[in-house]
């Protein structure tokens, strides 16, 4: 041990790695939620086709739900971490531009290890379910900004929802809950009122992510960084 470490002063991956470690049960448990999904559709898919009898082709629809298990995983270890941890951290005194940065990283890191899991489990799902059939796998039709999108955005709204919230409090969550309501119905009425070409509109998809994750979360780190906690 260093004598850095042992007044406890560590480099910014060795308090990562601390981190990852003291949450690594909530990691695992919010894990499951992937795994969960993606072995209730494969075995209801195996009991379908042994009900009405197998098709020569398959549909990688277990793979496709763990790639929307994974997003969902993510999002709940981003709330995990800008809510408990990140005041029990701040309570600690660790400083606050280390503990967001900290978020940040694990945030990633853990979508992109979500991200392998759910290439892991489609290829599991062919080695054992699929049998060798034809597979039209879903999960390759999803382009490299779709994967970018759902390793980057879970952590980046998380971070903003957590500023938001603990900076303005309860009216804080009813803003943003009448902004996610908003966000869900908005595209719908303006398709209607504008018809755009899907073309059109699958081109500018990267565009919108990549500015939606940008703004929430610069305005998500600044609000974490100055929100007072004992009051937040």
Do not use: D
């Amino acid at each position: 041990m260093t004598a850095r470490q042992k007044k406890g002063i560590y480099s910014f991956p060795e308090f990562v790695l601390r981190w990852a470690r003291l949450i690594r049960g909530s990691l695992l448990t919010f894990w499951c939620i992937q795994i969960g999904l993606w072995l209730f559709v494969a075995v209801v898919m195996a009991v379908l086709e042994l009900i009405f009898g197998a098709e020569e082709n398959t549909i990688g629809i277990p793979g496709i739900t763990a790639f929307a298990g994974g997003i969902l995983a993510s999002f709940c270890v981003g709330v995990s971490l800008t809510g408990r941890y990140f005041a029990l951290t701040v309570n600690f005194g660790i400083p606050r531009r280390r503990i967001v940065a900290g978020i940040w990283a694990l945030g990633i890191l853990y979508g992109v290890a979500l991200m392998i899991s759910n290439w892991l489990l489609e290829w599991l799902w062919e080695l054992i379910f699929a049998a060798g059939r034809p597979v039209l796998n879903l999960v390759t039709l999803v382009p490299w900004w779709g994967w970018a999108a759902a390793i980057f955005l879970p952590i980046a709204m998380t971070i903003f929802g957590s500023g938001i919230v603990r900076r303005f409090g309860m009216r804080g969550g009813i803003v943003l809950y009448f902004a996610f309501i908003a966000v869900c119905l908005l595209p719908s009425q303006l398709n209607e009122t504008f018809p755009l070409q899907e073309e059109l509109l699958f081109a500018a998809l990267p565009w919108i992510f990549a500015v939606l994750g940008i703004v929430c979360g610069v305005a998500g780190s600044i609000l974490l960084l100055r929100v007072n906690v004992k009051t937040g």
